[in-house]
């Protein structure tokens, strides 16, 4: 290699660095910049907010003095970045209060500006900005938007149709269980919690007449998500819901109602019911379940356990005869034990 | 004056409260950490402190007990998003505590407190 080829490559080699250290200068300068704007942002929100929330009298806050900071401090039209950040902002500040003040904050949220930047990502071909702009819009409380985000509580995309059922709850509460028989698609074990769990947080106090219009859904989703709301609630005077699905055909129905039964004490006569209905369910597991239940719950049935202990089903009877053994039967598990073995094998003469 | 000392990293929280204590007629001096407390702060008998327990650097019950051994106070209210039972236990646990509140808060509640003094 001659001293030109050389002195060529060390001057590429020093250009590639001059080229990294520029681009590197560069992204230090604007992250430095951005997070300079970002903080004044967060500055300005909390100020007008405190100032919102607690006005002195003598120096009063204004809506045109709040638009007019918030414009200077970026908050634009052109600017999406910012107001992004800004309704980020909104979200966390509203979650972290309660009482008259977060209606105070609901108030001021209709009067500043994010400039219909949720419900323009309403419109957006991305699945993921259009369940974004729904979330927002309900974590502000835009109920001004509901007929927009209604629409998509059917939308082929699970996470868009997951926020705009979310949404149905946020801004209708019980009466959005009336739309329970007419959703399409699957709704999963996560998103019937999250429904739950949203209703339980923002109507604590149970419609019933809602909940029984639900009842007559044939959705199998729909049959999960009423029996969790009942668990939730602690509705005992709708536990017959729950118990009905014990022998339901579909296993996981099934598998929901056993889950949730398990949070309610019930009467004998009700138990009575149940141990009819243990017999109908054709999975050996769930029956082990109901078993449990059912011994949890209630004194010592012998004749119910007995016929357990001598019907077909082996994978049970080790469970029926440990029960029975260990309160007070251990002669008749020895019976149980004894007569199916003749007595030349035991030895016994 | 009578003062208090609020302590909150969230700037947005750290503000409201500030206003809060200010329009009920305490000094309030508001920082979002242990390190912006002057030595004259040090020696100020504050009438509350309201603060937060999560800090970096630092565990939550560590950092209680060195606000209660640095700052001279009379009541000491924690405002926090760690709101678990656990840790609410552990932190009743502890002597010198005159409140606990976890996101999501009524500060109509901190207020009552605050103007029954």
Redesign the interface.
């Known amino acids: 290699m001659n001293e030109a080829r050389i002195l060529l490559f060390i001057a590429i080699v020093f250009l590639v660095l001059v080229i990294y250290w520029i681009s590197i200068t560069i992204s230090l300068i604007y992250r430095n910049r951005r997070t300079s704007r970002l903080n004044k942002i967060?500055?300005t929100?909390?100020?007008i907010?405190?100032?919102y929330?607690?006005n002195?009298p003598v120096n009063p806050i204004t809506l045109n003095e709040i638009t007019a900071r918030l414009k200077n401090v970026g908050i634009r039209p052109k600017n999406k970045n910012n107001i992004q950040f800004l309704i980020r902002?909104m979200i966390?500040?509203q979650?972290?209060?309660?009482?008259?003040?977060?209606t105070k904050l609901q108030q001021l949220y209709t009067q500043i500006p994010p400039y219909g930047v949720s419900i323009k990502k309403i419109s957006s071909w991305s699945w993921y900005r259009k369940a974004r702009g729904i979330r927002e819009i309900y974590e502000m409380n835009q109920s001004q938007y509901f007929e927009e985000i209604f629409k998509y509580r059917n939308d082929k995309n699970i996470y868009v149709r997951r926020e705009a059922q979310i949404a149905l709850v946020v801004f209708l509460g019980w009466e959005s269980l009336r739309f329970l028989p007419y959703l399409e698609r699957n709704m999963t074990l996560w998103q019937q919690i999250k429904i739950v769990e949203k209703l339980y947080d923002l109507y604590p106090k149970p419609e019933l007449k809602w909940l029984h219009k639900a009842y007559k859904t044939e959705k199998l989703f729909g049959k999960k998500l009423l029996m969790r709301i009942i668990r939730k609630y602690l509705l005992h005077g709708e536990v017959d819901y729950i118990i009905d699905n014990l022998n339901h055909e579909d296993y996981e129905v099934r598998e929901t109602a056993i889950y949730c039964i398990q949070t309610f004490a019930v009467p004998l006569s009700t138990m009575a019911y149940i141990k009819e209905l243990y017999d109908e369910i054709p999975n050996a597991t769930q029956q082990g379940q109901l078993l449990t239940y059912i011994f949890e719950n209630s004194d010592i049935d012998l004749d119910f356990y007995l016929k357990q202990l001598y019907s077909d089903n082996d994978e049970l009877k080790l469970s029926v005869a440990e029960i029975l053994w260990n309160n007070g039967y251990k002669e008749k598990v020895q019976e149980f034990y004894y007569q199916q073995y003749p007595n030349s094998v035991l030895n016994v003469g | 004056m009578r003062k208090i000392l609020v302590i909150q990293e969230?700037?947005?929280?750290?503000?409201?409260i500030?206003?809060?204590v200010s329009?009920n007629g305490f000094d309030c001096k508001a920082i979002r950490s242990l390190e912006a407390l002057s030595i004259e702060d040090q020696q100020t008998n504050f009438e509350f402190i309201i603060t937060d327990i999560l800090f970096e650097g630092i565990a939550p019950l560590q950092f209680i007990a060195q606000v209660q051994e640095v700052i001279p106070h009379k009541n000491l209210l924690i405002v926090t998003?760690m709101g678990q039972d656990k840790i609410k236990q552990e932190i009743f646990a502890l002597q010198g505590i005159t409140g606990f509140y976890a996101?999501?808060?009524?500060?109509?509640?901190i207020e009552a407190i605050i103007q029954a003094y």
């Open positions: 967060e500055n929100f909390a100020d907010v405190s100032r929330l607690y002195d902002l966390r500040t979650r972290t209060i309660l009482g008259s003040n977060f | 969230d700037i947005v929280i750290l503000k409201i500030e206003r809060l329009l998003n996101v999501p808060i009524d500060l109509d509640e």
